[in-house]
């Protein structure tokens, strides 16, 4: 086998282990386009089906009424520091000797190159009154490769140099996960001399249906002379079984609304308390090695205990949970169909997360045009910011609403979407 083919091929082992896994954001999918389309926020004016993931007070606050929504969808993906942007500007053509170097040198800048997405799909969403009911499954992967890796693809294995040369996967990393949740929210609206005022709550319970977690462990590909020592172990499901249930526990989301004229306040704590962890007994350990020297030729990728695994690598795993959340947020209706909000939003902890981990924004939503309802919205992020914007057109009691986002920072360049079919609120 040509030595190109070798190594090209070691590596893209690697990289299909962490694009195939099956790969969440606050437990609860944001099932609501009209969320999406502020950017978030709304912890101060979410009602309906918008409140059971944002804030569970929204349902006892006046106009949230009867909503359902059919599988709301979001979409989320992000390459980054060579994004997708940059494949595409380059689509159908052979890549130059400035662009390999342009490329390369980003990645050695960001220390590698990353990917992720993300899927959120809710199979129900149903708000009725005080009382709202969410079944959602989160979807996310992300795949981290060295600058050494990226070498490779873009020269092969003799380099940027055109002479053979030594290949580290040194911070090469995939995580995947898919969480199916179900959650039940209640809002008590609160007597109040000078407003409306409202607390709520979300319970939630969660099942982890597969987890992969991968990270390299000194893997090294040499060039001169041509060895590829490959230690990639990754901790999953087993091959055999059909078994969804790898992880498990509840949670408890609390939150508070109050309007005083045209200004609303909010403020909410998601996961307050949350027992999710995944179950080791129902995972297993696969080494991923493979050694090529040009005498020997061996791999290793069978199923063992996952007392076997690497520490870092069973760390990862207990590591993948869902963190509390603290939401604060204003509102200001600037007018019967205008409506502005900011938010504050802070995550304690790197736990499973799609959302930043810091976020300060706001945005704005107008109902002035009676089938079209318009909605844009900012934040400043960990490490960037995030732009959003959609529309519904509203017909009668049926919604039909999209939005769209991108976002630069601490989870990588991403493009976001969401769709939605509603029925009975906005």
Same mark, same amino acid.
């Given at each position: 086998?040509?030595?190109?083919?070798?190594?090209?091929?070691?590596?893209?082992?690697?990289?299909?282990?962490?694009?195939?896994?099956?790969?969440?954001?606050?437990?609860?999918?944001?099932?609501?386009?009209?969320?999406?389309?502020?950017?978030?926020?709304?912890?101060?004016?979410?009602?309906?089906?918008?409140?059971?993931?944002?804030?569970?007070?929204?349902?006892?606050?006046?106009?949230?009424?009867?909503?359902?929504?059919?599988? =709301? +969808?979001?979409?989320? #993906? *992000?390459?980054?520091?060579?994004?997708?942007?940059?494949?595409?500007? /380059?689509?159908?053509? &052979? %890549?130059?000797?400035?662009?390999?170097?342009?490329?390369?040198?980003?990645?050695?800048?960001?220390?590698?190159?990353?990917?992720?997405?993300?899927?959120?799909?809710?199979?129900?969403?149903?708000?009725?009154?005080?009382?709202?009911?969410?079944?959602?499954?989160?979807?996310?992967?992300?795949?981290?490769?060295?600058?050494?890796?990226?070498?490779?693809?873009?020269?092969?294995?003799?380099?940027?140099?055109?002479?053979?040369?030594?290949?580290?996967?040194?911070?090469?990393?995939?995580?995947?996960?898919?969480?199916?949740?179900?959650?039940?929210?209640?809002?008590? =609206? +609160?007597?109040?001399? #000078? *407003?409306?005022?409202?607390?709520?709550?979300?319970?939630?319970?969660? /099942?982890?249906?597969? &987890? %992969?977690?991968?990270?390299?462990?000194?893997?090294?590909?040499?060039?001169?002379?041509?060895?590829?020592?490959?230690?990639?172990?990754?901790?999953?499901?087993?091959?055999?079984?059909?078994?969804?249930?790898?992880?498990?526990?509840?949670?408890?989301?609390?939150?508070?609304?109050?309007?005083?004229?045209?200004?609303?306040?909010?403020?909410?704590?998601?996961?307050?308390?949350?027992?999710?962890?995944?179950?080791?007994?129902?995972?297993?350990?696969?080494?991923?090695?493979?050694?090529?020297?040009?005498?020997?030729?061996?791999?290793?990728?069978?199923?063992?205990?996952?007392?076997?695994?690497?520490?870092?690598?069973?760390?990862?795993?207990?590591?993948?949970?869902?963190?509390?959340?603290?939401?604060?947020?204003?509102?200001?209706?600037?007018?019967?169909?205008?409506?502005?909000?900011?938010?504050?939003?802070?995550?304690?902890?790197?736990?499973?997360?799609?959302?930043?981990?810091?976020?300060?924004?706001?945005?704005?939503?107008?109902?002035?045009?009676?089938?079209?309802?318009?909605?844009?919205?900012?934040?400043?992020?960990?490490?960037?910011?995030?732009?959003?914007?959609?529309?519904?057109?509203?017909?009668?009691?049926?919604?039909?609403?999209?939005?769209?986002?991108?976002?630069?920072?601490?989870?990588?360049?991403?493009?976001?979407?969401?769709?939605?079919?509603?029925?009975?609120?906005?």
């Amino acid at each position: 086998m040509p030595t190109n083919n070798i190594i090209r091929g070691t590596i893209g082992f690697v990289m299909c282990a962490g694009l195939i896994a099956p790969a969440a954001s606050a437990q609860l999918a944001n099932a609501s386009a009209t969320t999406f389309g502020v950017a978030g926020n709304a912890t101060a004016t979410a009602r309906g089906i918008a409140a059971i993931s944002v804030n569970p007070a929204g349902l006892g606050m006046p106009g949230s009424g009867f909503t359902l929504s059919f599988l =709301p +969808l979001e979409l989320r #993906s *992000g390459i980054d520091p060579i994004t997708l942007k940059d494949l595409k500007d /380059v689509q159908g053509e &052979v %890549l130059t000797p400035a662009m390999k170097e342009d490329w390369l040198t980003r990645a050695e800048a960001a220390g590698g190159q990353s990917g992720a997405v993300g899927v959120d799909i809710s199979a129900l969403a149903l708000s009725m009154g005080k009382f709202g009911l969410q079944l959602s499954t989160l979807v996310g992967a992300d795949l981290n490769v060295s600058p050494d890796v990226l070498e490779v693809l873009l020269y092969g294995n003799a380099g940027r140099t055109g002479s053979a040369t030594d290949i580290s996967l040194a911070g090469s990393t995939a995580t995947g996960y898919v969480v199916t949740t179900g959650g039940v929210s209640v809002g008590f =609206p +609160l007597s109040s001399a #000078s *407003g409306s005022m409202a607390v709520g709550g979300t319970l939630k319970y969660s /099942v982890g249906n597969a &987890v %992969l977690a991968g990270k390299d462990q000194g893997g090294r590909i040499t060039g001169n002379p041509v060895k590829v020592d490959l230690r990639f172990p990754v901790i999953m499901p087993p091959e055999e079984g059909d078994e969804f249930n790898h992880g498990s526990g509840i949670g408890v989301d609390l939150g508070f609304q109050a309007t005083r004229g045209k200004v609303s306040f909010g403020g909410a704590v998601l996961n307050a308390f949350n027992t999710f962890k995944w179950k080791t007994d129902k995972l297993v350990y696969r080494p991923l090695t493979v050694l090529f020297d040009g005498d020997n030729n061996e791999s290793d990728s069978d199923e063992q205990p996952i007392s076997g695994a690497p520490a870092d690598l069973k760390l990862v795993i207990e590591d993948m949970k869902f963190d509390p959340i603290l939401s604060l947020g204003v509102g200001y209706d600037v007018s019967d169909v205008f409506t502005v909000s900011a938010d504050f939003r802070n995550r304690f902890g790197d736990g499973m997360a799609v959302t930043p981990k810091l976020h300060l924004g706001a945005g704005a939503e107008f109902r002035g045009l009676k089938v079209l309802h318009l909605r844009a919205g900012a934040a400043i992020i960990t490490d960037g910011m995030e732009l959003a914007g959609g529309a519904s057109l509203v017909l009668g009691p049926v919604s039909l609403s999209a939005a769209g986002g991108l976002r630069k920072g601490d989870l990588a360049d991403t493009s976001m979407a969401q769709f939605g079919l509603s029925f009975g609120g906005r």
